[in-house]
């Protein structure tokens, strides 16, 4: 084995207690009672980042939770990576569709992951992910083989919309100076088949709310006379779809990049089984705008889907009322050139355009961001390459992915930088779901893989 390998193997058992004892925290930005367990995940990170070697760590104040920001310049001269994660986590809901607590983490081995993967909120998005970073700076730091410097920048607002990073950013230019972003919060298509994320969709999220009568109503005297916010809410979603399913609201498809047939076809050599894929979500059959492929669909294609509805009552028995509103939220995913503060105009226009006599309509944005493409032409691009060969034995994939992450298009903005977005979790992780799960052995391969990214983008730069 190669000194990284010795190294993972020695503390192999202590990289997965300390997971599993971040993953205990229950970091929930989204949810206000979890305040103090969200800033004990910061002091945590801070911690960590302080015993892996860097010089200086400090919490940052902002307007809403904290940045975490940490460094370590052994040569100005040299480049800089800055690594950028989030310390936060989605909600767990719902609870009871986990087979085990979610910030209670267990090891179970399964057929993705026969070396045992951790189960727990967070074990992949983000916190798994983002401790490889940290340990892999713990084995560049302790073999004094950091080739370059290194900044660190964990926020804990990126599950509800980085609202306060922007500013953050804004204010700390020369603090966060640096030659490329390195991010892990991603994916790769296989264990055996190594990619890279090389484009990322934008995101429009908004709440509607529509207001019938004054009040809740008795079905009978007033059922068939007075219209029912919960049937008029689900009518005009239905209606923001064709039959093609495509996305019916004006101007929405007015900037959307078509991608040439060679591109489709690049994209159609990464392995792919539609039956696997059937499968392993239990459905008959897929869904999506005719005339694209499930991978299209989900990467290249907008989409416009229905988050969360409610209203009326939804207790143990049965109660006969017309609500007086109904609730739904709804996220758009975006491609490149789509601006997604034009696309939450377009959607607030027509949402109340279609709206019935006898409803108010209320549009509430929340939060979105721009789509994201990183050339592979770029020395990042080339140095992540060079990692994953190393270590995985093959040259990875390209691959665009249907999440978002707002903030990258934020970086290059304010930072001038290209992101590389190095992910080592798989599809089948659950993220965002109930038993979110994150393979041991994706976990070490990360550490493993991304000092040779410091190597490689240090010799690049040169």
């Known amino acids: 084995m190669n000194q990284i390998q010795t190294y993972i ?3 192999k058992s202590r990289f997965i207690t300390e997971l599993i004892e971040l ?13 103090n367990e969200v800033l004990k995940t910061a002091e945590a990170i801070k911690t960590s980042l302080q ?24 040569n100005p001269s040299l480049p800089t990576v800055l690594v950028y994660g989030h310390y936060d986590v989605q909600p767990p ?27 727990a909120r967070g074990a ?36 509800v919309g980085s609202a306060n990073l922007s500013t953050f950013i804004k204010q700390n230019h020369e603090k966060l100076k640096n030659d490329v972003i390195l991010i892990s919060d991603t994916g790769m298509i296989a264990n055996n088949t190594p990619s890279i994320t090389t484009g990322l969709r934008g995101l429009s999220y908004v709440e509607v709310e529509v207001t019938g009568p004054n009040r809740d109503l008795h079905s009978g005297l007033y059922g068939g006379a007075v219209a029912n916010p919960i049937n008029i809410l689900t009518t005009m979603i239905a209606s923001l779809h064709d039959d093609s399913n ?20 690049e994209m159609a050599k990464a392995p792919f089984s539609i039956e696997s894929y059937k499968k392993a979500l239990d459905i008959d059959d897929v869904y999506g705008e005719s005339g694209y492929s499930t991978n299209e669909r989900n990467s290249i294609r907008p989409t416009l889907d229905v988050n969360g509805i409610w209203g009326g009552y939804t ?9 007086s509103k109904a609730y739904a939220k709804i996220s758009m995913r975006l491609v490149p050139n789509q601006d997604w503060e034009e696309i939450t105009k377009l959607f607030k226009t027509h949402f109340e355009n279609i709206a019935p006599k006898g409803v108010k309509i209320k549009v509430k944005p929340h939060h979105g961001g721009q789509g994201y493409v990183t050339p592979i032409n770029s020395i990042g691009y080339q140095a992540a390459s060079k990692a994953y060969e190393q270590t995985f034995g093959k040259i990875p994939i390209p691959q665009r992915s249907g999440g978002s992450i707002p903030i990258v298009s934020l970086f290059e903005h304010e930072l001038k930088s290209k992101t590389i977005l190095m992910g080592f979790g798989l599809d089948s992780d659950a993220i965002h779901s109930p038993n979110e799960h994150f393979g041991i052995w994706n976990y070490l391969k990360g550490i493993e893989t991304i000092p040779l990214f410091y190597k490689h983008f240090t010799a690049l730069s040169k």
């Not at 399964?110 to 993967?117: F, K, M, N």
């Not at 207790?315 to 609500?323: D, L, R, S």
Request: aromatic share 8%; with cysteine; glycine share 6%.
């Open 246 to 265: 495509r996305i019916t609201i004006p101007g929405f498809y007015n900037k959307v990049e078509e991608l040439s047939k060679a591109e489709r076809a």
């Open 9 to 11: 193997a020695k503390h």
């Open 124 to 159: 992949c998005d983000d916190k798994g992910q983002l401790y490889m970073h940290v340990k892999a700076l713990e084995f560049m730091t302790a073999t004094n083989q950091l080739p370059c410097n290194v900044k660190f920048m964990i926020e804990g607002e990126e599950e």
């Open 315 to 323: 207790g143990e028995g049965a109660k006969t009322v017309i609500p």
């Open 93 to 119: 809901d719902p609870i009871d569709l986990w087979d085990s607590p979610p910030f209670e983490p267990v090891v179970k081995t399964t057929e993705r992951h026969p070396d045992g993967a951790i189960f």
């Open 23 to 35: 993953l205990k925290i229950p970091s929930i930005s989204a949810d206000p009672a979890f305040k």
């Open 51 to 74: 015993q892996a070697g860097c010089d200086h760590v400090e919490i940052c104040e902002t307007a809403g939770y904290p940045v975490v920001f940490g460094e370590k310049i052994i």
